[in-house]
């Protein structure tokens, strides 16, 4: 079972992670665990004519890594092997992308992430999912 | 002078210049975070600040010299056209394509400020003119708004002032915002002025309808754009079971 938990560094974001290595043990076999962190795209082609991509990567992969290392972690003290990767776009249609290309099983994830006023502008990232992601979406309170 | 201070016409345009100056700001904060990452740790501090300090007297420069053109006939009007496109392009969404440019990174202290400043020179027109039109030529109106927008755009530069282009909903008020400049500048063209001659109105009346074009361009062009960009794949790795535990 490919279990896919979309991890943006906060609080809630690891309630989902705390949830899996809890279920785990559930599970008739050790699920494949995918830990996916999206960086807003905010390098556009203004930006591009000044630094290149090399830089910008650079950034995104040093914030991603960072937002992803709590849950790392979590994984890594319970001993339990995952795969973790890091895509630049928007949030929710990166995650529903990342999703169907590798024909995940489930989508778990906390029901709020970076929310706040970003959420109530934007449309929430876990609203999006529910709507575009073609696996079933477990949200974790 | 000082009367001025008091007057609620004085902080609604300071507040217009804020605006304009932080949407319009986006990709120039994103060069001065990106610019400074390859510099040893202890000259970041140092690039950053020069070439913040370097680009806010070129704007200021810029931006004085935009409201002395302005006062020229006929530039108005093309100053507004321009205007009402800058409005209509904010709404649009970006190119976002992930191609290698053939920039090299710049690891010399004066290296990574030149790109700064020289940065800011070429992504700061559209800011320059709409800043200078939304202060209707006051030195003080405008020196005022400089002075306040200019330091939180350097110093909120996490990026995160990009993102407040993602909202769509101030995207759209920042394109009607512009569009609404854009008619007071266009009603204030020395060229229409007999035009305007006993009709009051038309000088609240063009900048609405101005803002509500940019909306409907914008939104109309921004509908035939709307494509899917797919997430691009940037890292992948795998923690994989212990071995200890397989033995």
Known sequence: MKILIPVDGSPNSLRAIEHVIQSVAELKEPPQLMLLNVQWNVAGANVKMFINQQTIDDYYREQGMAALKSARDMLDSDGLPYQYHISVGTPAEAIAQYASEQEVDRIVMGRQGQGGMQSILLGSVVNKVLHQASAPVLLIK | ?247
């Open chain 2, 1 to 247: 002078m000082l009367e001025m201070l008091s007057t609620s016409q004085f902080w609604f345009d300071v507040s217009k210049i804020i605006v304009i100056d932080l949407l319009l700001s986006g990709d120039n904060a994103v060069v001065i975070a990106l610019a400074c990452r390859n510099l040893p740790e202890a000259q970041r501090k140092k690039g950053i600040m020069y070439g913040v300090g370097g680009a806010i007297g070129l704007r200021i420069v810029l931006t004085f010299f935009a409201v002395s053109l302005l006062s020229l006939p006929y530039l108005k009007l093309v100053g507004a056209l321009l205007l009402l496109w800058i409005g209509i392009k904010l709404i649009l969404p970006e190119d976002e394509a992930h191609g290698e440019g053939n920039i090299r990174a710049e690891a010399h202290l004066w290296g990574a400020i030149k790109t700064i400043i020289i940065a800011d020179f070429v992504m700061s027109l559209d800011n320059v003119l709409g800043v200078a039109a939304a202060a209707h030529g006051s030195v003080l109106l405008l020196v005022f708004g400089l002075l306040v927008s200019i330091p939180m755009i350097a110093w909120s530069s996490q990026l995160v002032l990009k993102l407040i282009d993602r909202f769509a909903f101030i995207i759209y008020a920042g394109g009607a915002l512009l569009g609404y400049v854009a008619g007071e500048m266009l009603v204030g063209e020395a060229l229409f002025k007999a035009l305007l001659e006993g009709q009051p109105y038309l000088h609240w009346l063009v900048p609405v309808m101005c803002a509500m074009f940019v909306l409907a361009m914008g939104w109309w062009l921004a509908m035939r754009k709307a494509s899917i960009v797919r997430a691009v794949d940037l890292v992948d790795g795998r923690v994989p079971a212990k071995l200890d535990a397989e033995l």
